[in-house]
């Protein structure tokens, strides 16, 4: 259905007063980036290994680190499991990021942008269907970790109110960072580009930050990338939010001492920069 509006016109030949249909612009763009998100969602649906596989590596990483790792890692100030979850969320959320580029790429290889050009529809709700479906993705993940992080002894230690900041903070992180991928997606030429190029800039992210181990262990090389590394700011700001930083020291290094003004600062040049960016690479791929 399309959102209208109606006024009223003259009939020339007999004088009588006809309604006129106006459509409301910002209504049909929600609309149709609605009906895309539900088409992703469906399809997400229909193939249930997707989500199971999405939910498996987080899963293996908080067993991993915690279980086999997580007795020969000791952190100064705090439980290494509490420090670590705030690291796996962040890691979740930005991997979970790149089925934003990886469908992109395979729905230009399957033509579907094609078709999807013939369509009476806004040329940005194809990308903001993709990105709000990646989103919810994202949102079950977080649940399920949640869950396997409270099995290993994970608990939050601060209130309500900055637990569910935590919680949007993240997820509004891998929102706009799956713009990015977006574009990346849109801008190789087949889906198995998008794995290898992905990969090359998310590990160096999520391990060369202090997700995982404190910053000030590593070499001093990396130790600087890692303190102004997004990706620290965002774990650091999931650990002050979540309770879970206790005593631990923080570089004095203005990112990781107001990581979450960081972080939003992050999410906003990223949406005012790569939304832009994507749609116009899109209308662009579309106009071929």
């Given at each position: 259905?399309?959102?209208?509006?109606?006024?009223?016109g003259?009939?020339?030949a007999?004088g009588?007063?006809?309604?006129?249909?106006?459509t409301?612009?910002l209504?049909?763009?929600f609309?149709?980036?609605?009906?895309?998100?539900?088409?992703n969602?469906?399809?997400?649906?229909?193939?249930p290994?997707?989500?199971v596989?999405?939910?498996?590596?987080?899963i293996?990483?908080?067993l991993?680190f915690?279980?086999?790792?997580g007795?020969?890692?000791?952190?100064?100030?705090?439980?290494?499991?509490?420090?670590l979850?705030?690291?796996?969320?962040a890691?979740t959320v930005?991997f979970?990021?790149?089925?934003s580029?990886?469908a992109?790429?395979?729905d230009?290889?399957?033509?579907l942008?094609?078709?999807?050009?013939?369509?009476?529809m806004?040329?940005?709700?194809?990308l903001?269907?993709?990105t709000?479906?990646?989103?919810?993705?994202?949102?079950?993940?977080?649940?399920?970790m949640?869950?396997?992080?409270?099995?290993?002894?994970?608990?939050?230690n601060?209130?309500?109110?900055?637990?569910?900041?935590?919680i949007?903070?993240?997820?509004?992180?891998?929102y706009?960072?799956?713009w990015?991928?977006a574009?990346?997606?849109?801008?190789?030429?087949?889906?198995?580009?998008?794995?290898?190029?992905?990969?090359?800039?998310?590990?160096?992210?999520?391990f060369?930050?202090?997700a995982?181990?404190?910053?000030e262990?590593?070499p001093?090389v990396?130790r600087?990338?890692?303190?102004?590394n997004?990706?620290?700011?965002?774990?650091?700001?999931?650990?002050?939010?979540?309770?879970?930083?206790g005593?631990?020291?923080?570089?004095?290094?203005?990112?990781?001492q107001?990581?979450i003004?960081?972080?939003?600062?992050?999410?906003?040049?990223?949406?005012a920069?790569?939304?832009?960016w994507a749609v116009?690479k899109?209308t662009?791929i579309?106009s071929?």
């Amino acid at each position: 259905m399309t959102a209208t509006s109606t006024t009223t016109g003259t009939d020339g030949a007999l004088g009588r007063q006809l309604p006129v249909v106006v459509t409301a612009p910002l209504a049909v763009w929600f609309e149709d980036g609605w009906t895309v998100t539900k088409r992703n969602l469906v399809k997400i649906k229909r193939s249930p290994d997707l989500l199971v596989f999405a939910v498996l590596q987080p899963i293996m990483f908080v067993l991993l680190f915690s279980q086999v790792y997580g007795g020969a890692i000791s952190v100064q100030g705090t439980d290494y499991t509490q420090f670590l979850m705030a690291g796996i969320f962040a890691q979740t959320v930005v991997f979970g990021a790149t089925f934003s580029g990886s469908a992109m790429a395979q729905d230009l290889k399957e033509g579907l942008i094609d078709r999807f050009r013939t369509l009476p529809m806004s040329a940005s709700a194809v990308l903001v269907g993709r990105t709000n479906s990646d989103l919810v993705l994202n949102g079950i993940s977080m649940v399920i970790m949640m869950a396997t992080g409270l099995a290993v002894g994970w608990r939050v230690n601060s209130s309500p109110v900055e637990f569910v900041g935590g919680i949007a903070l993240l997820l509004l992180f891998s929102y706009a960072f799956s713009w990015v991928m977006a574009l990346l997606g849109m801008s190789v030429k087949t889906p198995e580009v998008i794995n290898n190029a992905s990969f090359m800039i998310l590990f160096p992210l999520t391990f060369i930050s202090n997700a995982f181990v404190p910053s000030e262990t590593m070499p001093l090389v990396l130790r600087v990338f890692a303190e102004w590394n997004p990706v620290s700011s965002l774990v650091q700001a999931a650990r002050e939010l979540f309770g879970n930083a206790g005593s631990a020291p923080v570089p004095d290094i203005w990112t990781m001492q107001h990581p979450i003004t960081t972080v939003l600062i992050g999410i906003a040049v990223m949406l005012a920069v790569f939304v832009p960016w994507a749609v116009d690479k899109y209308t662009r791929i579309s106009s071929k």
